[in-house]
């Protein structure tokens, strides 16, 4: 078929002959030519090559660079570790898979539309690139959780969100979601054939029906948002009730406890990673609505970036609002970290988290 395609392009007469070789050569560059099923290799400009090559390489090399700011932050200093800490600490190394791993591997996908390096390895690639995102908004809710129990029951907290129970949540949560996404991946691109409709070899893709992209938006997004949203809005209920009360004390005059100062403390820390969630909202549910009302655009690949690129933002948010990441990453830009006993460094001050 590809024989009498090219024979029929090549009748052409005139002037006009040559020209159509060429756009007969180009629409027939197949990504396996010697296979019938093959996929038709997609073509691009140079100029677009090096804007995909030039953007995905900066928006990588920053992601991972701030978010190994991060991590080396609160593995370093004694005084960072604590379970709030070590939730940040997984989100951290979450998105700084996304961009080692995830933002390449997409490049390449966008790039080239073939894939040569097998179906085992895309299966592989596949469960990656999807278990990785998605582990992101386990370590919210994780955190939701636990300025839940800080700001709304503090009295509780030392006993329930202990670093070993946190550990323990951390690595179930991740462990679930490897589970689910890779049964999910595996049924349906290898055993659920009913919607494979027009897949040609080459192809690195996971074609699911609508009602398993309907499951899985529930099971990955709106549940967890619920509850995430659920327990954000009774925690700045809590907030707002306790400023309320400093605020009354500390204008008739009296002493405010330290219990109070720290509770002010739990509000500003609750503050800010709402806004990480916040910010994390407002790059997925683009993306989800865009999915589910059409098969593919180039909408859809644009709010993929920025899904991926939501990796990059959340130290910013951790900068804003967080003096001893400041001062950490000032300690570690400048390599003071190599200085003895600087793990033991005191990174607060009076008023700070």
């Known amino acids: 078929m590809k024989e009498q395609k090219g024979e029929q392009n090549k009748l052409l007469t005139g002037g006009d002959s040559l020209m159509a070789y060429e756009t007969e050569h180009q629409e027939t560059q197949y990504c396996f030519p010697d296979i019938n099923s093959s996929c038709v290799k997609e073509q691009r400009s140079t100029h677009g090559y090096i804007i995909i090559c030039v953007f995905v390489s900066l928006l990588s090399v920053w992601t991972v660079f701030l978010n190994l700011l991060v991590i080396i932050s609160i593995s370093h200093f004694k005084k960072l570790h604590t379970s709030t800490n070590m939730i940040i600490l997984s989100l951290a ?28 390895v895309c299966g592989f690639i596949l469960i990656l690139i999807w278990v990785i995102p998605s582990a992101s908004l386990s370590n919210l809710v994780l955190i939701a959780v636990d300025r839940y129990v800080a700001v709304c029951h503090p009295l509780l907290y030392p006993q329930k969100i202990t670093m070993t129970n946190t550990l323990m949540s951390i690595g179930l949560s991740w462990l679930c979601y490897s589970a689910y996404i890779s049964a999910l991946i595996i049924y ?16 690195c893709l996971i074609m699911m029906s609508f009602s398993w ?97 939501n990796s990059g933002m959340n130290p910013l948010v951790y900068a804003l609002f967080y003096p001893w990441f400041k001062k950490t990453t000032k300690l570690i830009l400048t390599l003071k970290i190599f200085q003895l006993a600087s793990s033991l460094i005191n990174i607060f001050t009076e008023h700070e988290l």
């Open 93 to 120: 190394v979450n998105d700084l898979l996304i961009g080692l791993i995830v933002m390449p591997v997409e490049a390449v996908r966008l790039i080239d539309k073939c894939w040569y390096f097998g179906e085992t």
């Open 188 to 203: 349906n691109r290898y055993f659920d054939n009913s919607h494979r409709t027009d897949v040609c070899y080459g192809q």
């Open 213 to 309: 992209i309907v499951t899985d938006l529930f099971m990955c997004f709106i549940f967890p948002c619920l509850i995430m949203i659920t327990l954000y809005l009774r925690i700045f209920y809590v907030v707002h009730q306790q400023v309320k009360i400093i605020n009354s004390l500390m204008k008739r005059g009296k002493c405010v406890t330290e219990g109070s100062v720290k509770r002010k403390s739990e509000s500003k820390a609750a503050l800010t990673l709402g806004i990480i969630v916040l910010v994390y909202l407002l790059c997925w549910i683009p993306y989800y609505i865009c999915t589910l009302t059409v098969n593919y655009s180039t909408a859809v690949s644009i709010l993929t970036w920025i899904v991926y690129a």
